[in-house]
T-cell receptor, first 114, second 113 residues
Framework: GDSVTQMEGPVTLSEEAFLTINCTYT??????LFWYVQYPGEGLQLLLK?????DKGSNKGFEATYRKETTSFHLEKGSVQVSDSAVYFC?????????????FGKGTLLTVNP | EAGVTQFPSHSVIEKGQTVTLRCDPI?????LYWYRRVMGKEIKFLLH????????ESGMPNNRFLAERTGGTYSTLKVQPAELEDSGVYFC???????????FGEGSRLTVL
């Protein structure tokens, strides 16, 4: 079945450091890939997405590129801020179907210190 | 516009008791999903409603879980009787027709003692 593996946390960085959170997936066909973020006390929010190979999703300074050859969708940000502290979830969807059911990774807790 | 709201935000119950979680989707969203995150594990799909009909309930763990969406508006998820392994955060999400984005609520944390 489908699965998503993302790097174990927690990740602790200083402000302005470079961030990478690795994500790889297993799925048949051509899934859509997502990064969701959960800030403290809030619900999951869609951060960015990519629907086909070589697409780059970007939002709020975060980027991720859909790499089919390595089945990866790593999240990167060049300079993190304290406000980026949150839990980040990589996910995929068999968007060829009509239900948009998501398969998630375990989540990575990011803490950014001033 | 109000987002997806869930109630209660946290519930603590004894093993064997019953708990009912409620989700109010974004107004007009026909698609409603329930997910669950058990401590340290992935967020797992439970089921999907289209209006009042269960489109996919393949993720429901067992018959102690009952989800309803009468009238196609809000949904409830009842756990009866609750077991220790049911502890976790239950997320609800909704999606409008023809759109691909799921909007999630803050989740309901369930602790079974």
């Amino acid at each position: 079945g489908d699965s998503v593996t993302q790097m174990e946390g927690p990740v602790t960085l200083s402000e302005e450091a470079f961030l990478t959170i690795n994500c790889t997936y297993t799925a048949t066909g051509y899934p859509s890939l997502f990064w969701y973020v959960q800030y403290p006390g809030e619900g999951l929010q869609l951060l960015l997405k990519a629907t086909k190979a070589d697409d780059k999703g970007s939002n709020k300074g975060f980027e991720a590129t859909y790499r089919k050859e390595t089945t990866s969708f790593h999240l990167e940000k060049g300079s993190v801020q304290v406000s980026d502290s949150a839990v980040y979830f990589c996910a995929l969807s068999r968007s060829g179907g009509s239900n948009y059911k998501l398969t998630f990774g375990k989540g990575t807790l990011l803490t950014v210190n001033p | 516009e109000a987002g997806v709201t869930q109630f209660p935000s946290h519930s603590v119950i004894e093993k064997g008791q019953t708990v009912t979680l409620r989700c109010d989707p974004i107004s007009g969203h026909d698609n409603l999903y329930w997910y669950r995150r058990v401590m340290g594990k992935e967020i797992k799909f439970l089921l999907h409603f289209v209006k009042e009909s269960k489109q996919d309930e393949s993720g429901m763990p067992n018959n102690r879980f009952l989800a309803e969406r009468t009238g196609g508006t809000y949904s409830t998820l009842k756990v009866q009787p609750a077991e220790l392994e049911d502890s976790g955060v239950y997320f609800c999400a909704s999606r409008g027709l023809g759109t691909g984005e799921l909007f999630f609520g803050e989740g309901s944390r369930l602790t079974v003692l």
